[in-house]
């Protein structure tokens, strides 16, 4: 079994910026992709990025520019940096992974609010 746990989520007011990070239970070389997925109160669950074993990444439309996604293999983590952040950034921000020759686990989840 994986853990994911998910840290650095808050409360800022637009413009502001926040870490999140994602610690896992095992090397960080065991995942192929990792993501950060978010949901807003009454909307899906969306992808906000993604990060390949090897760095490769990519993001949604709505954070380009804002957002940066990075992985360290080494240290078991996966951060998210957040700039600019908006009121519609407000959600619950949530770690993914998928283990190689297993399965896709999911974090329990960080609260990101954004005030106007």
């Known amino acids: 079994q994986v853990q994911l746990v998910e840290s650095g989520g808050g409360l800022v007011q637009a413009g502001g910026s926040l870490r999140l990070s994602c610690t896992a239970s095992?090397?960080?070389?065991?995942?192929?992709?990792m993501a950060w997925y978010r949901q807003a109160p009454g909307k899906q669950r969306e992808l906000v990025a993604d990060?390949?074993?090897?760095?490769?990444?990519n993001y949604a439309d709505s954070v380009k520019g804002r957002f940066t996604i990075s992985r360290d293999n080494d240290k078991n983590t996966m951060q998210l940096q957040m700039n600019s952040l908006k009121p519609e950034d407000t959600a619950v921000y949530y770690c993914?992974?998928?283990?190689?020759?297993?399965?896709?686990?999911w974090g329990q989840g960080t609260q990101v609010t954004v005030s106007s």
């Open positions: 993914n992974g998928d283990v190689i020759l297993d399965r896709n686990y």
């Open positions: 095992r090397s960080l070389f065991s995942f192929n992709r």
């Open positions: 990060i390949s074993r090897g760095g490769s990444a």
